[in-house]
């Protein structure tokens, strides 16, 4: 069974600001990360390369570099919730204790007509965000 804990876009922003020195982790490509946008504040280590989507080899040691104590809160993000899943599970693998996987991602799963952002998701909620 996964130490990860999972929220909404909402409770995981509350949890985040209440706890001092939380990571707010954005693990998509930083092409997207810049271009679509990020929650204020986020860090960026992707956890795959586009456009391949290969896995970041150096993907924990960049995260031990920002949070070298395995009990920090680390709150994880990707588009839809999926890769920051399974980044959030692989940092867990590695000893880390305190992870929160934001379900929807930054931009929710697909409406009907196929668009993002529309019915869940971090912009969709209205959280800060900014674009690079």
């Known amino acids: 069974m996964s130490s990860v804990k999972s929220l909404t876009p909402p409770n995981a922003?509350?949890?985040?600001?209440?706890?001092?020195g939380a990571v707010l982790l954005d693990v998509r490509d930083p092409?997207?990360?810049?271009?679509?946008?990020?929650p204020c504040g986020a860090i960026n280590i992707p956890w795959k390369w586009a456009p391949d989507w290969k896995p970041n080899p150096d993907f924990v040691n960049r995260v031990r570099q920002i949070a070298p104590n395995a009990d920090t809160p680390i709150f994880l993000l990707c588009r839809?919730?999926?890769?920051?899943?399974d980044a959030?599970?692989?940092l867990a693998a590695e000893g880390y204790s305190d992870l929160t996987?934001?379900?929807?991602?930054?931009?929710?799963?697909?409406?009907?007509?196929?668009?993002?952002?529309?019915?869940?998701?971090?912009?969709?909620?209205?959280?800060?965000?900014?674009?690079?």
């Open 13 to 20: 922003w509350n949890a985040f600001r209440e706890q001092s």
């Open 31 to 38: 092409l997207e990360f810049s271009y679509v946008g990020h």
């Open 80 to 85: 839809s919730g999926q890769r920051s899943l």
């Open 88 to 90: 959030a599970n692989a």
């Open 101 to 132: 996987n934001i379900e929807q991602g930054f931009e929710g799963p697909l409406d009907e007509q196929k668009h993002r952002s529309s019915v869940g998701g971090w912009r969709y909620h209205g959280l800060p965000w900014e674009q690079s």
